[in-house]
């Protein structure tokens, strides 16, 4: 299938790895240029390389709880690119600890991070499509189901999901599509510390998958595709949805 990414630009936001990465590699191979950002400059510097340099993707050291990061995305992709097709909104993971365990001040750091980078990437992407395009944001299974002892991510992603409708709701007569997306478990460095963190990775990776019905843990690339596939014209009649990536772990219809 092809899904129309030739020329197509996009901004990634958390990309120097994990799932981020992963769809820039799909994007990129499909065609697509990108703009990538995340905290540390090395890590950028790299996985900008490993996308094939400034001739297919340039990086930029940003934080999405700097409220400047959204405008210099934006403009990195009509600068070096000159045009912006749509953006993939992924932050890292927020500590670990009950609802109930963590402190004030983690909810306070993981809401400007997490929920209020989240959305002001979202939205400022999202005013700045004029000719349709997409919008991805990567959320968790949490969204609809909590998971044990991820009481901030339980907490604020469920919201993100409601965003994304929302804005899903008032861009769609311009064309700009907005979608959420939901993995589980996924083997990326945020997972390999979930399970390191149980104090014996090997038997909670077991007890993992005994509860996926694929009875494994997805691949980086497994979501990359799907959120490639989300972003592209291909999908351009699929909006205002989550879409989980979890191997048919979430029970709900």
């Known amino acids: 299938m092809d899904l129309g990414l030739a020329g197509r630009v996009y901004v990634l936001t958390g990309a120097s790895g994990g799932l981020g990465f992963a769809t820039a590699e799909h994007l990129v191979a499909d065609g697509a240029r990108v703009v990538i950002s995340a905290r540390a400059p090395e890590r950028v510097a790299a996985a900008v390389e490993a996308l094939g340099g400034a001739e297919r993707a340039i990086g930029l050291t940003a934080d999405l709880s700097d409220p400047e990061t959204p405008g210099r995305l934006v403009a990195a992709a009509r600068e ?7 953006a993939l909104v992924s932050v890292g993971g927020p500590p670990r600890g009950t609802a109930a365990q963590v402190t004030d001040e983690q909810w306070r750091e993981s809401f400007e991070t997490v929920f209020l980078g989240s959305v002001r990437a979202a939205r400022t992407v999202a005013a ?3 000719d349709a395009g997409a919008i991805g944001l990567v959320l968790s299974t949490s969204a609809r189901s ?3 002892g991820l009481g901030i ?3 604020l992603r469920p919201g993100l999901a ?3 409708k929302d804005i899903a709701d008032e861009y ?3 064309g700009v599509r907005v979608v959420g997306l ?3 478990r996924i083997m990326t460095d945020r ?3 979930l399970l390191a963190a149980t104090g014996d990775a090997e038997r909670a990776r077991a007890e993992a998958e005994a509860g996926i019905p694929l009875r494994r843990i997805g691949e980086p690339a497994e979501f990359g595709r799907v959120a490639a596939f989300l972003l592209s014209p291909a999908a351009s009649y699929v909006t205002g949805v989550t879409v989980p990536v979890d191997g048919g772990a979430l029970r709900g219809l």
Request: without cysteine; proline residues 14%; aromatic residues 4%.
């Open 128 to 130: 700045a499509l004029t």
């Open 80 to 86: 070096q690119f000159g045009r912006l097709d749509g």
């Open 191 to 193: 997972n390999r510390e």
């Open 146 to 148: 909590p998971v044990p």
């Open 182 to 184: 939901l993995p589980g």
């Open 172 to 174: 769609g007569p311009r």
């Open 153 to 155: 991510s339980n907490g």
């Open 162 to 164: 409601g965003v994304a």
